[in-house]
């Protein structure tokens, strides 16, 4: 039997709406979308361990460490069960995203995927309205999409899905007006050796797995039948 091929042609806008097929480019798999979602709780994770190490007298005065941590584990539990959903996504949405990754720039991604990740966890606005990765990744298809064409990207779609967020301050706490230790970030990444950045990454993915499958286990217990 004829195995069919993971590579799609993908169309660039040019000048004057018209379009051009470009090189035939492998399209995302639903292991590619969970790696995206581990690899921004992984993000997140290293970005807590290193604001632990921050003295907080550098911080800006309305500065509430207790707020952000809770911020960002909201965060995490969203990412955690997004990925629980992936399996479910169908393939043209699969190939959606391989467009838009390849249409668009990473840079114009980037807010509005921190727009709705962060809608979804803090419950802002109708968060129900993307809770599952199906529709979470359609509206991020909506949202970037209103910018009308993009500056196509350079790179294979897995390589441009992994630059939609900035490792370092992955859901940019660091920048905002109450907190304001952007600098002082900074200056800790790079007096890191890469034996630390490399253990940070790995105690944080580790963490996010077990989180996953914690969440599975309950989800399980929940489902089972009570006895009368």
């Known amino acids: 039997m004829k195995k069919h091929s993971t590579k799609m042609n993908s169309f660039k806008v040019i000048p004057g709406g018209k379009a051009e097929v470009v090189k035939a480019t492998k399209a995302l798999t639903h292991e590619d979308i969970k790696e995206f979602l581990a690899r921004f709780a992984e993000a997140i994770l290293v970005d807590q361990e290193r604001v632990k190490k921050l003295p907080r007298k550098s911080f800006h005065p309305l500065y509430d460490n207790g707020m952000w941590k809770r911020n960002r584990e909201d965060h995490l539990g969203a990412l955690v069960e997004l990925s ?78 992994l630059r939609w967020f900035d490792y370092d301050d992955p859901i940019q706490i660091a920048k905002d007006p109450e907190c304001e230790y952007v600098d002082l970030l900074a200056s800790l990444i790079e007096r890191e050796s890469e034996k630390t950045k490399s253990a940070l990454a790995g105690r944080s993915r580790l963490a996010f797995i077990e989180m996953r499958v914690a969440k599975e286990f309950c989800d399980y217990l929940l489902q089972q039948p009570r006895d009368p």
Do not use: C, H
Request: aromatic share 6%; net charge positive.
């Open 84 to 161: 629980m959903t992936v399996d479910k996504m169908p393939k043209r949405l699969l190939k959606k995203l391989t467009e838009l990754a390849i249409a668009y720039k990473p840079e114009a991604v980037k807010q509005p995927l921190l727009d709705i990740i962060s809608d979804l966890a803090t419950g802002v606005g109708s968060p129900w309205l993307y809770e599952t990765a199906s529709l979470f990744f359609n509206e991020l298809i909506k949202d970037v999409s209103r910018q009308g064409p993009g500056t196509s990207a350079k790179g294979s779609p897995k390589e441009m899905i």
